[in-house]
């Protein structure tokens, strides 16, 4: 028969519950609206025994945005196995399941939320930002990208980013489209930028070398090559 005693927590033990509450609750509305008094009933703790593992609301909200910031940054970690494209594509299916989980969390992680000022919090957001960058090298092969490299690829970023906050304001695009869109966007970025660059040209070469036909490359000169009367690109005039 059960005597219905609940185990005590031990003190990180209880802190990392607090964190998952603060997160589960922070993916349904924005921080803003999340008070300590529903932290500490969904946690099934007092108010007071929140502020004995927080001093304050401030810092519960960095400790679960420092979970989602390396949870997010993680996302972006992938085996440098097969097609470029299709690499990306997991990415972003990965990056996108992780925005439509955690819509008002994200979105206040990305924007600063109630932390706004907060030096911790902008430091967070740009290690998620560094995090997705340098993975995005290393998928290319590039230890020492030239100027124009850095610039794609940290454009691609940032467009990632404000791609989903924009979608998140009413997910009026299938996700699945976007997610495709996004990584044809960093093929367009890099060839537009090739046009221009003897080492962008050779990085696009390279990245473009081995796509199937049918992958997420292939597909976006397809889908351009159709926009074409006569279905063919046209060259320089």
């Given amino acids: 028969m059960s005597?219905?005693?609940?185990r005590r927590m031990?003190?990180?033990?209880?802190?990392?519950?607090?964190?998952?509450?603060?997160?589960?609750?922070?993916?349904?509305?924005?921080?803003?609206?999340?008070?300590?008094?529903?932290?500490a009933?969904?946690?099934?703790?007092?108010?007071?025994?929140?502020?004995?593992?927080f001093p304050g609301k401030l810092s519960l909200y960095e400790a679960a945005l420092r979970r989602a910031a390396d949870e997010l940054a993680g996302l972006f970690v992938e085996p440098h196995e097969g097609p470029l494209g299709a690499r990306l594509l997991?990415?972003?299916?990965?990056?996108?399941?992780?925005?439509?989980?955690h819509g008002p969390g994200f979105a206040a992680l990305m924007r600063g939320g109630p932390a706004v000022g907060s030096s911790r919090t902008n430091a967070m957001?740009?290690?998620?930002?560094?995090?997705?960058?340098?993975?995005i090298l290393t998928h290319l092969?590039?230890?020492?990208?030239?100027?124009?490299?850095?610039?794609?690829?940290?454009?691609?970023?940032?467009?990632a980013e404000s791609t989903a906050l924009i979608w998140l304001e009413g997910r009026r695009i299938p996700r699945a489209e976007l997610e495709l869109q996004l990584v044809h966007d960093f093929a367009a970025l890099v060839a537009v930028s090739a046009a221009y660059d003897a080492e962008m040209a050779a990085v696009a070469g390279a990245m473009l070398a081995g796509e199937p036909a049918d992958?997420?490359?292939g597909e976006l000169v397809g889908r351009l090559a159709a926009l074409v009367p006569g279905g063919g690109v046209p060259g320089p005039r």
Avoid: C, N
């Avoid at 005597?3 to 609940?6: E, K, L, Q, S």
């Avoid at 519950?17 to 921080?31: C, D, M, N, T």
């Avoid at 997991?90 to 989980?101: A, K, L």
């Fill in 141 to 159: 092969g590039v230890q020492e990208p030239p100027a124009r490299l850095e610039l794609v690829v940290r454009s691609w970023v940032s467009l």
């Fill in 215 to 217: 992958g997420p490359f």
């Fill in 41 to 53: 009933a969904a946690a099934g703790i007092s108010r007071p025994l929140v502020y004995h593992y």
């Fill in 10 to 39: 031990g003190v990180e033990e209880r802190r990392q519950q607090l964190i998952g509450v603060a997160l589960e609750l922070f993916s349904k509305r924005s921080p803003d609206e999340v008070s300590i008094d529903e932290i």
């Fill in 125 to 135: 957001i740009q290690e998620v930002r560094q995090a997705a960058y340098e993975q």
């Fill in 90 to 101: 997991r990415v972003m299916g990965r990056f996108f399941e992780f925005v439509d989980g």
């Fill in 3 to 6: 005597t219905g005693v609940r």
